[in-house]
C-alpha cells in the first residue's frame, strides 16, 4: 500500500501541470438560455490574448439550442498570440448533439451561413483549430469562405481544418477566383483533414503556402485541388477539372471521375459510390469499388474520418465506409 501511495503522489505534480483549457460556449440562439457569445465575434473581442503567456488553449465551442444558425463574419484579432500547445480552438465537441453528421445539418447543429463575405478569417493566429463545424454560402457570388492570410511578420505556424462540411449553395462556378477555403500566405502551413466540400467555384486553394489535404471530398466544382501542395486519399467528382497543378512530394492514392486526373502514386479513376449523393450524401455507398479499401494508411497522423468512425480499411475521401450492423433474429425458446 506505500509503495502505491508513493507511485501516486509522484505522479500528482505531473497531472498538476497538464495543458489547460479555457472553454466559451458559442450559442447563436438566446444565450440567456444556454452559453456565454451568442457569436465568434463577441467570444474574440472578450477573449482574445496571449495564450502562451496564459498558457492556455482558448476553445470556442459551438452550440445550438434552438436551431438558429451563426450569421457573423469572422475575423480573428490581432491581439492572439499562439504557439503549438497554447492555440485557438473553434469546434463542435463530437460527443454532443451539436455537431454534423457527415451532412450539411438543420435543427439544433451548429452552423455557419453567413449572407455574404469570408465567414472565417486569419489574419494574426499562428496556430488555429477549426474542427467539426458546418458552413454554407448563402450568397452564391462569395468571395472566400474561409481565408488563412497570415500576415507577413506573424511567426511561422500552422492552421487546421478538420471535420469539415462546406455546402458551397451551387456558387458561380465559372467565377475561378473564389475559393472554399484558400491559403494566401508564403512560409505559413494549412491541413485540412476529412473534409467535405460541394457545389462551389474551387474547393481548395493554394495561393502562396504550404497546404495539404488528407482524405477529403471535392464534389461538384470548377476546379477541386488547385495547386494544393500534398494531397493524399482524396476524392474529387463532377467537377471541371478535379486536380489543377500541385500535388507534388508524396501525393498518392487519389481519385478522380476524368481520366489522367489525379495526381501521385496509386491514382484511381471512375464514378464512386456515394450513399446520396442527389440528397448530398457523400459517404461512400455500400457498392463503391473507386474509394474503398484504396487509401494509403496515414495512421501515424490520423486515425478517425469525417464522422469519427475509426478508419482501418484506409478508405479515399473523407468518410470511411461502415458496414450497417446486422439485424438480431428472433429466438424462441420452447419448454423448460
Known amino acids: 500500500m506505500r509503495r502505491i501511495l508513493f507511485v501516486v503522489l509522484m505522479l500528482l ?25 451568442a457569436t465568434l465575434v463577441l467570444w474574440d473581442a472578450a477573449k482574445a490574448t496571449d495564450a502562451t503567456a496564459a498558457n492556455l488553449i482558448y476553445v470556442a465551442e459551438g452550440i445550438c439550442t434552438s436551431g438558429t444558425p451563426a450569421t457573423d463574419v469572422f475575423i480573428l484579432s490581432n491581439a492572439w498570440v499562439t504557439d503549438a500547445t497554447r492555440y485557438v480552438k ?26 455574404s463575405g469570408i465567414q472565417l478569417r486569419n489574419y494574426r493566429v499562428s496556430y488555429l483549430y477549426v474542427i ?8 452564391a457570388d462569395f468571395s472566400d469562405c474561409v481565408q488563412i492570410a497570415l500576415d507577413g511578420g506573424v511567426p511561422d505556424g500552422a492552421n487546421y481544418i478538420e471535420e469539415c462540411i462546406f455546402d458551397g449553395n451551387d456558387a458561380d462556378l465559372s467565377n475561378g ?15 485540412v483533414t476529412n473534409t467535405i466540400i460541394y457545389d462551389t467555384d474551387t474547393a481548395f486553394l ?7 489535404t488528407y ?19 482524396c476524392i474529387a467528382q463532377d467537377c471541371t477539372d478535379g486536380y489543377f497543378g500541385g500535388g507534388g512530394g508524396a501525393t498518392s492514392n487519389n481519385c478522380s471521375d476524368i481520366v489522367a486526373d489525379a495526381p501521385g ?17 457523400f459517404h461512400l455507398g455500400d457498392g463503391d469499388t473507386v474509394a474503398r479499401g484504396n487509401g ?28 450497417a450492423a446486422a439485424g438480431l433474429g428472433q429466438f424462441i425458446i420452447i419448454g423448460n
Open 90 to 115: 473553434i469546434w463542435t465537441n463530437p460527443d454532443s448533439t451539436y455537431r454534423h453528421d457527415g451532412t450539411y445539418p438543420a435543427g439544433n447543429v451548429y452552423r455557419r451561413e453567413a449572407n
Open 177 to 191: 477566383n473564389n475559393a472554399t477555403i484558400r491559403l494566401q500566405e508564403f512560409g505559413h502551413a494549412l491541413t
Open 215 to 233: 482524405n477529403c471530398t471535392a464534389q461538384n466544382c470548377d476546379l477541386g485541388y488547385n495547386a494544393v501542395s500534398l494531397i493524399r486519399n
Open 265 to 281: 502514386a496509386n491514382p484511381q479513376t471512375g464514378e464512386v459510390l456515394f450513399a446520396d449523393e442527389g440528397a448530398n450524401d
Open 206 to 212: 493554394n495561393a502562396d503556402g504550404a497546404f495539404t
Open 13 to 37: 505534480p505531473v497531472l498538476a501541470h497538464a495543458q489547460g483549457e479555457d472553454v466559451s460556449l458559442i450559442n447563436p440562439d438566446a444565450v440567456a438560455d444556454y452559453g456565454d457569445y
Open 296 to 323: 494509403f494508411d496515414l495512421s501515424g497522423i490520423f486515425t478517425i474520418d469525417i464522422d469519427g468512425d475509426t478508419r482501418d480499411a484506409w478508405d479515399i475521401g473523407a468518410d470511411e465506409f461502415v458496414a
Open 132 to 139: 467539426g463545424i458546418a458552413f454554407k454560402m448563402r450568397d
